[in-house]
């Protein structure tokens, strides 16, 4: 080794051996994940899906360009994240950085950015600083993936469901769900047949804008899709993966009900939206500032009994609400408007780490009832959306009053904590009707129908059940039609009441291992902005003068060594 060393062609081994460890790097990709909450590591489920790709699929990411410093680590992230995939998947994963619009003019940039918006993936307006640092700046950033597969095309939004106006902790929850948004697309894209989702019809369920965004923009484009009225049917068809009830407004007949509970117990999925009051905010605007919200009476009460879960006959009031224009005083004769805190809307989150709806930004509501868990055999059940811990619950019948927190002895009165609101049940469900179904009734399904009467499931099965129809439902305003479903139209803020539901629907017929990835945890080590800030000249001069000071301490120090050295001899 030394004579090697000493050679005069040394240089040239060393290069050489550079060389061959870099090669070597190249062609076998390895990493230790270190880190508390398992960042690095890719789930099981997706590593499955990765290695099952026939073909390549092609991903756009649109974070290139000049990007502000939360959204530049967003993007680091991601290319992270996408060199992962592709060694896994065994090069089938293709992708490259884009920054949207650049070299285009107006009008293809016009044509762009309608085609980003009709895959999901919206503008978010930031501010950043200017090149010069003096200053900030407005500035569009599209945090948006596009996924290329045989001919298909879809898109994701790494920001959906995430606040607006949260900063940098948005940005942290969308590193956190990163393998979720990717793989899931991924997931989507590749498929070959899609689950097919009936919305029952009978009972008065609205079909008409009010529910537009689920329908038209969130259903038909992820699903197949039928409306299905329910007696026209004998029994519920099996070809459905999944049932939706939405906000009933009359009340189900035996036969109706026995229906349904069939489909379940044949493995069917059901997500119920159901208000057991009736309460609108535009009956308390054509009321003049107050109403009583009454039981509509909707005969379900012993069917989700028997499922494990109770909806009370009140109305759930919270002091985490939105708000919408009150009247605060007047002038002249007219009212003088100003946006309030409402608490008959509260904001829904997450008590637990569930992996429907961690993660995400508040849900919307209007006039929620509160859910009891009953005791149902076999039957797990998961809060999945509750209240804050500021709540109030008024039992029927309950006055809905524009101005119904006058004062602070108003305000002390919300104590009662988490009320849930949506529940997932999970487990092996049994029949309302095994003891109640006549002779006649079993013989009709054998025979007539071909589906005999089932007192239980034979697999576990799964249904989500929220006391809460307008969680999917939309305003619709004069000038701009349907808006996006959780958007409220006072002040235009988007929930997340979309990426909760398609979560729900992933959990119930979608691929459940990959919606496990979100309930990672995503801890950011940030810098304290203030003391970056006063310290930012220190630490600059430390970075500068620091080498060069060690440079010369060297040079003096190897002079001194070499002085005595030479004159000891």
Same mark, same amino acid.
Request: aromatic fraction near 10%.
């Given at each position: !080794?030394?004579? &090697? &060393?000493?050679?005069?062609?040394?240089?040239?081994?060393?290069?050489?051996?550079?060389?061959?460890?870099?090669?070597?790097?190249? *062609?076998?990709?390895?990493? &230790?994940?270190?880190?508390?909450?398992? =960042?690095?590591?890719?789930?099981?489920?997706?590593?499955?899906?990765?290695?099952? /790709?026939?073909?390549?699929?092609?991903?756009?990411?649109?974070?290139?360009?000049?990007?502000?410093?939360?959204?530049?680590?967003?993007?680091?992230?991601?290319?992270?994240?996408?060199?992962?995939?592709?060694?896994?998947?065994?090069?089938?994963?293709?992708?490259?950085?884009?920054?949207?619009?650049?070299?285009?003019?107006?009008?293809?940039?016009?044509?762009?950015?309608?085609? #980003?918006?009709? !895959?999901?993936?919206?503008?978010?307006?930031?501010?950043?600083?200017?090149?010069?640092?003096?200053?900030?700046?407005?500035?569009?950033?599209?945090?948006?993936?596009?996924?290329?597969?045989?001919?298909?095309?879809?898109?994701?939004?790494?920001?959906?469901?995430?606040?607006?106006?949260?900063?940098?902790?948005?940005?942290?929850?969308?590193?956190?769900?990163?393998?979720?948004?990717?793989?899931?697309?991924?997931?989507?894209?590749?498929?070959? @047949?899609?689950?097919?989702?009936?919305?029952?019809?009978?009972?008065? *369920?609205?079909?008409?804008?009010?529910?537009?965004?689920?329908?038209?923009?969130?259903?038909?484009?992820?699903?197949?899709?039928?409306?299905?009225?329910?007696?026209?049917?004998?029994?519920?068809?099996?070809?459905?993966?999944?049932?939706?009830?939405?906000?009933?407004?009359?009340?189900?007949?035996?036969?109706?009900?026995?229906?349904?509970?069939?489909?379940?117990?044949?493995?069917?999925?059901?997500?119920?939206?159901?208000?057991?009051?009736?309460?609108?905010?535009? $009956?308390?605007?054509?009321?003049?500032? $107050?109403?009583?919200?009454?039981?509509?009476?909707?005969?379900?009460?012993?069917?989700?009994?028997?499922?494990?879960?109770?909806?009370?006959?009140?109305?759930?009031?919270?002091?985490?609400?939105?708000?919408?224009?009150?009247?605060?005083?007047?002038?002249?004769?007219?009212? *003088?408007?100003?946006? !309030?805190?409402?608490?008959?809307?509260?904001? /829904?989150? $997450?008590?637990?780490?569930?992996?429907?709806?961690?993660?995400?930004?508040?849900?919307?509501?209007?006039?929620? *009832?509160?859910?009891?868990?009953?005791?149902?055999?076999?039957?797990?059940?998961?809060?999945?959306?509750?209240?804050?811990?500021?709540? =109030?619950?008024?039992?029927?019948?309950?006055?809905?009053?524009?101005?119904?927190?006058?004062?602070?002895?108003? !305000?002390?009165?919300?104590?009662?904590?988490?009320?849930?609101?949506?529940? /997932?049940?999970?487990?092996?469900?049994?029949?309302?009707?095994?003891?109640?179904?006549?002779?006649?009734?079993?013989?009709?399904?054998?025979?007539?129908?071909?589906?005999?009467?089932?007192?239980?499931?034979?697999?576990?099965?799964?249904?989500?059940?929220?006391?809460?129809?307008?969680?999917?439902?939309?305003?619709?305003?004069?000038? @701009?039609?349907?808006?996006?479903?959780?958007?409220?139209?006072?002040?235009?803020?988007?929930?997340?009441?979309?990426? %909760?539901?398609?979560?729900?629907?992933?959990?119930?017929?979608?691929?459940?291992?990959?919606?496990?990835?979100?309930?990672?945890?995503?801890?950011? =080590?940030?810098?304290?902005?203030?003391?970056?800030?006063?310290?930012?000249? %220190?630490?600059?001069? #430390?970075?500068?003068?620091?080498?060069?000071? &060690?440079?010369?301490?060297?040079?003096?120090?190897?002079?001194?060594?070499?002085?005595?050295?030479?004159?000891?001899?």
């Amino acid at each position: !080794m030394k004579k &090697l &060393l000493q050679s005069p062609y040394s240089w040239i081994y060393v290069i050489a051996g550079l060389v061959l460890i870099n090669w070597v790097a190249s *062609q076998w990709h390895t990493r &230790l994940d270190l880190t508390a909450e398992k =960042r690095y590591t890719i789930s099981p489920a997706t590593r499955a899906l990765l290695q099952s /790709l026939d073909e390549q699929v092609t991903i756009t990411v649109l974070l290139d360009g000049d990007l502000p410093a939360g959204f530049k680590k967003l993007a680091g992230s991601t290319q992270d994240m996408l060199q992962e995939f592709r060694e896994i998947s065994g090069n089938n994963i293709r992708f490259f950085f884009r920054q949207p619009g650049q070299g285009m003019n107006d009008t293809l940039k016009a044509a762009l950015i309608d085609s #980003l918006h009709s !895959m999901g993936i919206n503008p978010t307006n930031v501010r950043a600083r200017t090149k010069e640092g003096e200053g900030e700046e407005q500035r569009l950033v599209y945090p948006g993936v596009v996924f290329e597969y045989k001919d298909r095309v879809s898109g994701a939004d790494l920001l959906q469901g995430q606040s607006s106006v949260d900063g940098i902790n948005s940005l942290n929850n969308a590193e956190a769900l990163l393998e979720y948004k990717l793989a899931g697309a991924i997931d989507r894209i590749k498929r070959d @047949k899609v689950p097919v989702i009936a919305y029952l019809t009978g009972n008065g *369920q609205p079909q008409n804008y009010e529910v537009y965004d689920l329908i038209e923009k969130t259903l038909k484009p992820n699903y197949g899709f039928s409306i299905l009225p329910v007696d026209s049917v004998p029994v519920i068809p099996a070809v459905f993966d999944a049932l939706l009830i939405v906000k009933p407004l009359t009340g189900f007949s035996e036969t109706q009900k026995l229906k349904i509970d069939q489909y379940i117990m044949r493995g069917g999925k059901v997500v119920w939206m159901i208000d057991k009051l009736y309460a609108s905010l535009d $009956s308390l605007q054509r009321s003049q500032g $107050s109403f009583i919200a009454f039981e509509m009476g909707l005969n379900l009460d012993d069917l989700l009994f028997k499922y494990g879960v109770r909806i009370n006959s009140d109305l759930v009031q919270d002091l985490n609400c939105t708000q919408i224009p009150l009247a605060v005083g007047s002038l002249g004769n007219r009212p *003088q408007l100003q946006l !309030m805190p409402w608490v008959y809307f509260p904001l /829904l989150s $997450s008590p637990n780490d569930n992996p429907i709806s961690k993660n995400l930004d508040y849900v919307l509501s209007q006039f929620p *009832q509160s859910i009891d868990t009953v005791k149902a055999e076999g039957i797990d059940k998961t809060i999945l959306l509750a209240s804050s811990v500021n709540t =109030r619950i008024l039992s029927t019948p309950a006055m809905v009053e524009l101005n119904s927190v006058k004062n602070e002895e108003d !305000m002390k009165a919300f104590t009662t904590v988490h009320v849930p609101v949506a529940v /997932l049940l999970e487990g092996k469900f049994s029949s309302l009707f095994t003891n109640r179904i006549s002779s006649a009734a079993k013989d009709s399904l054998s025979g007539l129908y071909k589906v005999p009467f089932r007192s239980s499931v034979d697999s576990s099965n799964k249904m989500i059940v929220i006391s809460d129809g307008d969680v999917v439902t939309n305003f619709v305003s004069q000038e @701009k039609g349907p808006l996006q479903m959780g958007e409220n139209p006072f002040t235009h803020y988007q929930y997340a009441n979309k990426e %909760f539901f398609l979560n729900c629907m992933e959990y119930l017929v979608g691929n459940p291992g990959i919606l496990e990835t979100r309930g990672k945890d995503y801890t950011l =080590r940030l810098l304290d902005k203030k003391k970056v800030d006063e310290s930012k000249s %220190f630490w600059q001069a #430390l970075n500068i003068l620091l080498p060069v000071v &060690l440079v010369i301490l060297f040079g003096l120090i190897y002079a001194a060594v070499n002085k005595r050295r030479y004159a000891g001899g």
